[in-house]
């Protein structure tokens, strides 16, 4: 008999600030945190949601005072502290850490070896400040690797190789990764606008997202969400452009709609990926109306965030849970018209709606697409 899974925790750091709680009064009250920035590399001017570093190192220093660590470890430590401290770690306790680019600006200092700038050495060395006792699991596939990881410690949790998991996603915005996205000509002028006629690219950001996975029904508390269905297929369309048919998304939902059982007409929200580029918006679109998920409620956060690249995905799951759990939607800030071929339901108002159960999806470069559906558990 399969496992139910549970998240029965949620932790963030973000611009808007270091809990839930304060991101969620922020995005009620539509503000966001994006702002111009100047001179990183050879860009003069740029938008961008980028943590302050003071306020940061501020925080920081409440829990830590050994301060030999980058800012992205900084960020990764508190999100995850209040989740470690709450829950106990075992022999059974899976660690999954998600990131695209992790400390990858590490490479500008030439006194730090390649190695220490590697996915794999910052998951070790979190794993090691927690005192996790198996080795850590990276998932670094492109813009879908937070909520991918939540796939995959739900998978292991079913399997029995683990008895719960603590999940952890982190990108930082740097030169290189600024650079890789101006020279796709894809980043914005100005503040992302997901779905909207007028929108001209991405904006992007950095954020660090974290969640408690268990299978144990004793730890369960009031809201818990039990993850009920999941899909993510490849459709291999492009190095960098999405499917024109949606097609790796399309099959990714049907996937985690088959698992969960569940009818379509059921989810009340859909926490999509909305990167506010012409081709990604509009292939949810497509992927959306192949579906019948026209009408449900949809919104992408990139608009208060930007896009956190590897944190998105868990980010927004941690966001939308609490969305459910207040019964009240988040409008998609920036939208104002539809700039996408085929109807699709934005969401303009903060409406309250009894929402049961919410659906997640990503898509990234590569062809890569994730959809995780979720249940609000009493």
């Excluded at 030999?68 to 470690?84: D, S």
């Excluded at 999954?96 to 070790?124: M, P, R, W, Y």
């Excluded at 989810?267 to 012409?278: F, N, P, R």
């Excluded at 959306?288 to 944190?311: C, D, E, I, M």
Aim: glycine fraction near 8%; charged fraction near 20%.
């Amino acid at each position: 008999m399969k496992k139910n899974v549970y998240i029965t925790a949620s932790s963030c750091v973000t611009p808007l600030g270091f809990d839930v709680a304060s991101n969620w009064d922020a995005l009620q009250n539509n503000l966001s945190g994006i702002k111009k920035h100047q001179n990183i590399g050879q860009l003069e001017s740029f938008y961008a949601s980028i943590v302050d570093s003071n306020k940061l190192d501020l925080a920081f220093s409440k829990v830590e005072s050994n301060h030999h660590f980058t800012k992205l470890e900084k960020m990764m430590i508190l999100a995850l502290k209040p989740l470690v401290e709450e829950n106990k770690i075992s022999k059974k306790t899976a660690f999954i850490f998600s990131t695209t680019k992790g400390n990858i600006s590490l490479l500008e200092d030439k006194k730090v070896s390649v190695e220490n700038a590697q996915l794999a050495a910052l998951a070790k060395k979190i794993s090691a400040y927690f005192g996790f006792e198996v080795e850590p699991i990276v998932v670094s596939n492109a813009c879908v690797s937070g909520i991918l990881a939540v796939s995959v410690a739900k998978r292991m949790i079913e399997t029995g190789l683990y008895e719960n998991a603590f999940v952890v996603a982190g990108d930082e915005v740097s030169e290189f990764v600024l650079s890789g996205f101006n020279s796709f000509q894809a980043m914005s002028a100005e503040p992302c606008k997901p779905y909207d006629a007028n929108r001209t690219g991405v904006t992007l950001g950095e954020a660090v997202a974290a969640v408690y996975i268990t299978a144990n029904e004793d730890e369960l508390k009031s809201n818990s969400f039990r993850i009920i269905g999941d899909g993510a297929v490849n459709d291999a369309n492009h190095i960098s452009g999405p499917s024109r048919t949606g097609e790796g998304l399309f099959r990714s939902i049907e996937s985690a709609f088959k698992e969960a059982k569940l009818e379509k007409n059921k989810v009340k929200y859909i926490s999509a990926h909305g990167t506010a580029t012409l081709y990604n918006d509009e292939m949810e679109a497509i992927a959306f109306n192949r579906l019948g998920l026209q009408n449900v409620p949809v919104n992408s956060l990139k608009g208060y965030y930007g896009h956190t690249l590897g944190a998105s995905g868990l980010l927004e799951t941690v966001m939308a849970m609490e969305s459910a759990k207040q019964n009240r939607l988040i409008v998609s800030k920036g939208y104002s018209d539809l700039g996408v071929s085929q109807e699709i339901n934005v969401i303009t108002d903060n409406d309250v709606i009894e929402m049961d159960y919410f659906l997640k999806t990503a898509s990234g470069f590569g062809g890569c697409n994730t959809a995780v559906l979720f249940e609000k558990v009493s």
